[in-house]
């Protein structure tokens, strides 16, 4: 999928996660420094209830626009849930785990993306 496409789809989950509040959401483009996907978007909520409506959320809107979840992986649990869409990839944590994990360290080579 080409670059311009997988920076819609990021700006539509986005937008879905805010819809429901996600808290703390960040994007990091890796298209340089991984071959795994272009964008990284981790966001954050405050309990299992609303980390799953928010995953719900985003694989609904993203499903409509033509991009369908490829694999989920943590949903019961809801403490760190992983949407992979291809070129783009959700994060959506609790707070103890975003902590835990720390995805922005870990991928700091990629490049922060502000969508104003």
């Known amino acids: 999928m080409e670059k311009d496409r ?32 272009d ?10 209830s609303q980390i799953q409506a928010l995953c719900d959320h985003v694989e609904q809107t993203l499903g409509r626009a033509g991009m369908p979840v490829k694999q989920i992986e943590g949903y019961d649990t809801a403490n760190w849930v992983l949407l992979d869409f291809g070129d783009v990839i959700v994060h959506i ?15 700091r080579d990629g490049k922060p993306v502000t969508l104003e």
Not at 18 to 28: Q, S, T
Not at 95 to 107: A, C, G, K, S, V
């Open 39 to 48: 964008y990284f978007i981790i966001a954050g909520g405050n309990n299992r």
């Open 93 to 107: 944590f609790d707070r103890e785990n975003r902590l835990l994990y720390d995805l922005e360290r870990i991928w």
């Open 6 to 37: 997988s920076l819609e789809m990021a700006k539509l989950a986005i937008t879905a996660l805010e819809d429901k509040k996600a808290e703390n959401i960040r994007v990091i483009d890796i298209s340089q420094v991984s071959v795994i996907a």
